[in-house]
Each structure stands twice: as C-alpha cells, then as structure tokens.
C-alpha cells in the first residue's frame, strides 16, 4: 500500500513568554512548533546556541521545532542600503546554524516597515467572539491624523478621506490611541514600534518603487537561497498582509504575478513560499485553489485561516471553515500535492478568534489558545473526511 502524507500539525508558540504552554501545545494534537528567537534584535545572527537552547526546552516538552517563523530581513537588506551586505552574510550565518541545528523550513516576509497590519484586536462577531479586523477608514485616521504621514491624502479615496474626517472627530482620545497600538503592534515580545520610528522607516522608501523592491527581493533570495540550497533548508516567504499597498509603500509578494516573478527569476530548490490563506485570501484578485495548483512544489509552509471581505476590501478573520475562501478546496488541494510529492508539508492554524475562556485572558492578538485550537480540530477533521471520501485513508 501506498504511504499517506498528511499534513504535519504545528503550532506557533512565542516563545517562553508566550501565555499558551507548551504542554498546552501537546494537547492541541499538534506535533510541532513553530516559533523565533524573538529577543534577538531584526538583523543579528542566531547562534547555534542560541538555536539549540530553545530546541531543546521544545524537545523536552515532546515536541520538535518544525518551523522558524520568522527569520526577519533588515530593514537595510528590503532597501538595499547602508551595510545591507552585512546583514545578507548575517542572514546567510543563521540559515546556516538552523540548518546545522535540523530545522528544515525557515519563513520570513519582504513587507517594507511593518509586519501585518489590522485596525482592530476585538471586532465582535455574532457569537460573542472577538476577532481581527482591517478597516480603511481607520487606516486612514491612523495615516493622516496620527502618524500624520507627508500626502497620505493622496493614498486613499476621496470617500474614505470624508470618512476619516468624520471618523476622526468622533473618536475619543482614548480610542485614538488604541488604534495606533493596534496599527502598529507588530510581533509579540519584539521592540516596540512608535510614530517617530515608523515616520523615519517609511522615509527609507521615499525612491524605493515596486520594481527597485522587486530588484532588492530578488538580490536577497538569490544571495540567500544558494546558502538554504547547500545545507538543504527550505525558504518561505510569507505573503503581505494585507495583500494590498499600504501607507504609499509598495508590496510585492500579494499576487499570482508576484510570486510568478520572484521564483522564476531566482528558481532554485530552496526559494519557496508559504502559502498563507488569510492573507492572500483578503484580496478578491487570488484565487487561492488556484494558486495552491500553480505554485505546487514550491508552497514549504501552509498557514490556513479564512477572511470575510465586504466590497470596499475592508475584511474580518472568520471562522476557519467559514469566509470567502474554499477551505475544503483548498485542503483538498494540499492533500493532492503531498501525495504527488511523496512528502507531508507543515500546517499551522492561523490565528484564531478570541473566545470562551481566552476572553478574560491576556493573549497573543490572533495567537489565542482555544479559537487557535478549533480552527486546528474543524481542519484536521476537514483533512480526515477528504482523505475519506478519496480513499485514501
Ligand atoms: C501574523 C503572521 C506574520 C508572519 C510573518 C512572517 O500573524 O502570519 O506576522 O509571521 O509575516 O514573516
């Protein structure tokens, strides 16, 4: 009988700060942990002591480190200046110790300034539920009236602008200052970020379009890629999220064309992606069945979670199973690449609404326990019933 790859479960833990445990994480079901060395600074190398002192407390829990998420780019690498050659042969040292420790993915984004991005941690859905939330309007009273970037105007439309400005009288100094925590909260236990930070950071980019951005990705995965490729580790890079321009900058891993452009320009067998369904689920342009055919031998990492977009492309994270993307469809896919692959590809499920119990909890945005838990239980059974239903389990 033929062997059956199925996903391999994971879960993203933070590290040892993170409020889920990991013998929390055992009992998700999950098999391995994805998780970062989140105290060292954006830039600096992973020693391999580094690395195997948080394999080892992963180990030790029963667990295995399956996933490095994220390997973060310097901000002088997206731009290519200042000593961005320097950061490149740093990057290059910790592909190298995490290949030497035996983790085999590691995952990274190319988005300029800021990680994901989302205007509200506690959108309510009808059952109580709080979920993330990415709102124009609210961007743009984050643009212009807080950060107050230089012709932010001219990035939104004059709709959205009257919008803004009503919007911003209304709110209270109070809620004006919670969106900006939200807008700019970044990652869990990393530096902080403030307006004057993120004013100086955008203007790195005054000369950097989408194609200079294009030119810099490729140079870095081409320098990168050739290392991962020699010690046999595998690159993932992570969609933007949200899969549209924001704050002027430009974004290039949103789309099919994208990702077509990247790795035929550096096409070797470590330049991959991770395939992230609520990210570039959020733009009604990707068909995401479509492109889970497409980029096939390249998907290395799959994050799976579903968004509900309205028509002005603001967007909620939904329920798993429910939202604009074909989930089944979707697994149904992966579950047909593994086979042809004769390889299991890691899953993790991405973000999960804060509910029952985890509400009265200080959590992770998007990284609570227990809605985490039952988006990984409905695509776990999800997987069962396909295989099923295939004959193939
Ligand atoms: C958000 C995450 C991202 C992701 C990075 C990968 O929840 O999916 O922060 O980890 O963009 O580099």
Not at 125 to 135: E, I, K, Q, V
Not at 145 to 174: G, M, T, V
Not at 271 to 284: D, M, P, Q
Request: net charge positive; with cysteine; aromatic share 10%.
């Amino acid at each position: 009988m033929n062997t059956l790859y199925k996903m391999e479960q994971t879960w993203r833990w933070f590290g040892p700060k993170d409020p889920v445990s990991l013998q929390e994480v055992m009992q998700t079901g999950a098999t391995g942990v994805v998780t970062a060395l989140h105290h060292i600074p954006h830039g600096e190398v992973w020693t391999k002591n580094e690395i195997k002192k948080r394999q080892n407390e992963v180990q030790k829990a029963g667990l295995k480190w399956s996933v490095v998420e994220s390997l973060p780019v310097h901000e002088s690498i997206k731009t290519r200046t200042d000593n961005y050659k320097n950061y490149i042969e740093k990057y290059k040292t910790s592909v190298r110790n995490i290949a030497a420790c035996g983790i085999p993915v590691i995952t990274y984004n190319f988005m300029p300034v800021n990680d994901w991005t989302r205007t509200s941690l506690n959108y309510k859905m009808p059952d109580g539920s709080l979920a993330l939330y990415f709102n124009w309007v609210d961007l743009a009273v984050f643009d212009i009236y807080i950060l107050k970037r230089k012709n932010a105007d001219n990035s939104y439309s004059k709709n959205i602008l009257l919008n803004a400005e009503e919007r911003f009288k209304k709110y209270s100094k109070k809620e004006l200052k919670s969106l900006a925590d939200v807008v700019m909260f970044g990652i869990p236990g990393e530096k902080k970020i403030i307006t004057t930070d993120m004013l100086q950071k955008l203007q790195m980019y005054k000369h950097i379009d989408a194609a200079a951005l294009r030119d810099n990705l490729c140079y870095f995965q081409k320098e990168v890629s050739a290392v991962a490729e020699e010690c046999d580790v595998k690159l993932a890079i992570h969609p933007d999220d949200p899969p549209f321009p924001i704050f002027g900058l430009p974004r290039i891993v949103s789309t099919q064309d994208d990702f077509d452009f990247f790795l035929n320009r550096v096409n070797n067998s470590a330049n991959g992606i991770c395939f992230c369904t609520g990210s570039l689920g959020a733009s009604k342009n990707n068909n995401l069945t479509v492109m889970a055919k497409r980029f096939s031998e390249k998907i290395n990492f799959v994050h799976l979670r579903n968004v509900t977009k309205d028509n002005e492309e603001n967007f909620y994270e939904a329920d798993h199973l429910s939202g604009d993307n074909d989930m089944a469809a979707i697994v149904k896919e992966i579950i047909l690449l593994q086979q042809k692959l004769k390889k299991s590809i890691p899953f993790r499920p991405d973000h999960g609404h804060q509910m029952l119990d985890d509400i009265n909890k200080k959590t992770n945005p998007g990284y609570s326990a227990i809605g985490r838990l039952r988006g990984m239980a409905e695509i776990r059974g999800l997987e069962m019933g396909i295989l099923h239903s295939m004959n193939l389990f």
